[in-house]
């Protein structure tokens, strides 16, 4: 099944190229992270979104209220229960943004050479003179010749939907300052962004906490994006302020890296959040143009070999308002997937974008595709020599489990677990075949009821590249009997087979436990 994986370093036959792409079960080993908002929302867009591939709903709380975002989330609950497909919940987070207020939400015109002041006076009302801000210390902050950029959700790069401004003197509280180019700013939201400068505001706002303890607790969000991540601190903050919210405490936090600050402190930020995303819209900003794949790589690469989960943002801009990629955003996409992404996130492309279905879809085909070229060879004897000797005793396990699949061209692993830990370290060395984790739920008690867990872990899964969640019957433990196990591989089995990923005298490799030891067998299936 899997000896036609190329490696980009082999000749690629042209006629290859030409060679229409296969469907199959699994879309893409790499997930891909959706936004919903006005034109994702109804339960057909929501449908349509999670059947072309996306597993991940993200509910970005920078605009719309709780009541808004929990009317999508009841959609979202009823296209999974049609669609049958599994999808987890992110939380996005404001966090330390800037903002412009618009309240009229008529359109401003800025002028080329003309100036405009930025007051926090957010009694104002917006012009192409003044522009009201969330910030009362901005002022503080920067000093003449400092650069902000000013545009609608993030900035695309478009001269003509976002300002380039430079300062040219403060005057109090309120910063004047030089349009450097015209555009046109529409809609209620415009995000302010000044270039390399620390922004006094917290990390986890006020507004943020209101959100997560009431949607976020009510709902059992699977992750939590850290908005303007500066410090490992930030993350530890977060993780105690979950902790105390009970149901959330199993929540995992991914970082979000979009500023230089974030950048300098990335090792140790890395060291304490479940994940990292790539935020390449501010970043771009922050930093030079050419300096941006690099930290995209570097990041990357730590990701990996810390084998904690990457979503790169950013890549089909131009797909908010048409129906292809351009070439660059399709090679874009498909160098993420090279570079060693786990997901790739849509913010505009699906938020407020004609075509949400066609871009999941899209993006989904440019993953599958990369990942034929994939150099799992390469990748997987550079992760065991930065894992070094001697490894421990799960990640041994999953290196051997993911060798074996490849040495036999094993059709699926199949993974027992409990926490999810196994699977995602069996993910870590990016086998060429789907991993199946089986989530065998555990029942545990607060003194006051019983309850299984499992869920949150079978769903946080769909944020790794490659692992596709199943759960199992909570009567078969993790951890029991050979012929408990039997019974539960054999329904793993059927699920493969059913969904077309195992056919009949495909290999197998299966990694479970029998009592105290870790198993890695290879089972070839009759007919």
Known sequence: MHSNHLLLEEPIRMASILEPSKPSFFRAMTKIVGTLGPRSRPVDVISGCLKAGMSVARFDFSWGDSEYHQETLENLKIAVKTTKKLCAVMLD??????????????????????????????????????????????????KTGDTIFVGQYLFTGSETTSVWLEVDQIEGVDVVCKIKNSATLAGALFTLHASQIHIDLPTLTDKDKENISTWGVRNKIDFLSLSYTRHAKDVREAREFLSKLGDLSQTQIFAKIENVEGLNHFDEILQEADGIILSRGNLGIDLPPEKVFLFQKAA?????????????????????????????????????????????????????????????????KIC??????????????????????????????????????????????ICFTSSGRAARLIAKYRPTMPVISVVIPRLKTNQLRWSFSGAFEAR?????????????????????????????????????????VIKSHDRVVVCQKVGDASVVKIIELED
Not at 99 to 117: C, G, R, T
Not at 323 to 330: G, K
Not at 344 to 359: D, F, K, N, Q, S
Not at 373 to 400: C, R, W
């Open 300 to 364: 990357l690469y730590k990701c990996n070999m810390a084998g904690k989960p990457a979503v790169v943002t950013r890549v089909v801009d131009s797909m908010t308002d048409n129906l292809r990629p351009t070439r660059a955003e399709a090679t874009d996409v498909a160098n993420a997937v090279l570079d060693g992404s786990d997901a790739i996130l849509l913010g505009a492309e699906t938020l407020r974008g004609l075509y949400p279905v066609e871009t999941i879809s899209i993006v989904g």
């Open 460 to 500: 946080q899964s769909l944020i790794v590249r490659g692992l596709f969640p199943m759960l199992a019957d909570p009567r078969h433990p993790a951890e029991s009997t050979s012929a408990t196990n039997e019974s539960v591989l054999k329904v793993a089995l059927d699920h493969g087979k059913t969904s077309g």
């Open 368 to 413: 599958a595709e990369a990942e034929k070229v994939f150099n799992q060879d390469l990748y997987f004897k550079k992760t065991v020599k930065y894992v070094g000797e001697p490894m421990t005793h799960l990640e041994s396990i999953a290196s051997s489990a993911v060798r074996a699949a490849i040495k036999v061209k094993a059709s699926v692993i």
């Open 93 to 142: 987070t404001v966090g330390a943004e800037m903002q412009v207020v618009n309240k009229s939400e008529k359109a401003i015109s800025l002028q080329q050479d003309d100036v405009v002041v930025l007051t926090p006076d957010e009694g104002q009302e917006a012009s192409s003179q003044i522009l009201p801000i969330n910030f009362a210390g901005l002022a503080k902050a920067v």
